[in-house]
């Protein structure tokens, strides 16, 4: 009965981390077209909120995606390739998050963008060089 006891709070304590420590990837993304033509865009997102978006890149071009944010706004992007796998984070404290990415093969990428503290408005930018 203790083993079994132990093996349900293993698996639970698991669940637990893997939820808290992943970024989630659930929100709807919003198309923004072609990496290379995108100006930026001010983002307002509220309190414990999080923001999507899908831009397309082509192979070999590296793309820097970053965005300005206050001190309080706890989360830094995630960008995610067209399978779902993530392809760079920037977990630095800011105040300004950015992510590099050589893309391998063309397609679109996700951007995520999670607020853990107050509403916040953020600037999101991408260059392509």
């Known amino acids: ?14 669940m637990f981390a893997v ?14 077209g072609k990496g290379a033509a995108f100006n930026g865009k001010k983002i307002e997102i509220k309190d414990k909120g999080e923001v999507a978006y899908l831009l ?28 779902g796998a993530e392809v760079a984070k920037d977990d630095s404290p800011g105040p300004k998050c950015s992510v590099k990415v050589t893309p391998t093969k063309d397609g679109q990428y996700k951007f995520v ?13 991408v260059k392509v060089a």
Do not use: W
């Open 1 to 14: 009965m203790k083993s079994i006891t132990r093996l349900v709070t293993a698996v639970v304590a698991v």
């Open 19 to 32: 939820a808290t420590l992943c970024p989630a990837q659930d929100v709807k993304p919003t198309a923004l």
């Open 56 to 83: 397309s890149f082509t192979a070999g071009r590296e793309f820097r995606g970053h965005h300005g944010r206050p001190e309080e706004y706890r989360r830094a992007p995630f960008v995610y390739d067209s399978s």
């Open 113 to 125: 963008i999670k607020n853990a503290g107050g509403a916040n408005t953020v600037s999101f930018n």
